[in-house]
């Protein structure tokens, strides 16, 4: 007869008296495949949780408390004199951040001298709608509200 040897909480080993009996054979029932689409993709990211607009202003005399995320440029109803801009956003809190134009996709920002930018080119004439987001750590959502521009 062959027995099993247990351990509890670190003490001395205690033997049963037990026998292992051999496993019964069935028939393994089907595997599912489930696929699962990843929730934050590293460039282009569907949020899980609603987004939040984040629509405190920058205060020169204050530092700010993360998490926040401002466009800083273009200020409200600037008018653009070229074709391409560099868009200045001021975040703190963040994972990632991303800008859309005109409701456009999601683009990913850079990250450089402690701001975020995204490299706006061949920009059309007319009035232009800039919206840019960030991620947290834990998963949450910020969003600036909307920011017009022309060109």
């Known amino acids: 007869m062959a027995t099993n ?3 509890r909480n670190g003490q001395t080993p ?5 026998t292992k009996k051999a496993a019964r054979s069935t028939p393994a029932a ?3 495949t489930v696929t699962r689409k990843r929730s934050t993709p590293a460039n282009t990211s569907t949020p899980t949780y609603p987004e939040k607009i984040y629509d405190v202003q920058p205060n020169p005399y204050h530092q ?3 998490p926040y995320v401002w466009i800083d440029h273009p200020q409200q109803n600037e008018t653009l004199h070229a074709p391409e801009y560099v868009v200045r956003l001021g975040v703190g809190g963040e994972e990632w951040v991303e800008l ?4 456009s996709e999601w683009q990913p920002c850079r990250f ?3 701001y975020w930018w995204y490299d706006w080119s061949n920009i059309q004439p007319g009035r232009h709608k800039l919206v840019a987001r ?3 750590a834990n ?4 969003r600036t509200p909307d920011r017009f521009c022309t060109y």
């Open 5 to 7: 040897t247990t351990t």
């Open 112 to 114: 450089t001298s402690g």
């Open 64 to 66: 700010p408390v993360p």
């Open 134 to 136: 960030m991620k947290t």
């Open 100 to 103: 859309s134009i005109n409701d």
């Open 30 to 32: 089907p595997k599912k």
């Open 14 to 18: 205690v033997t049963t008296g037990k």
């Open 139 to 142: 998963g949450e959502w910020f």
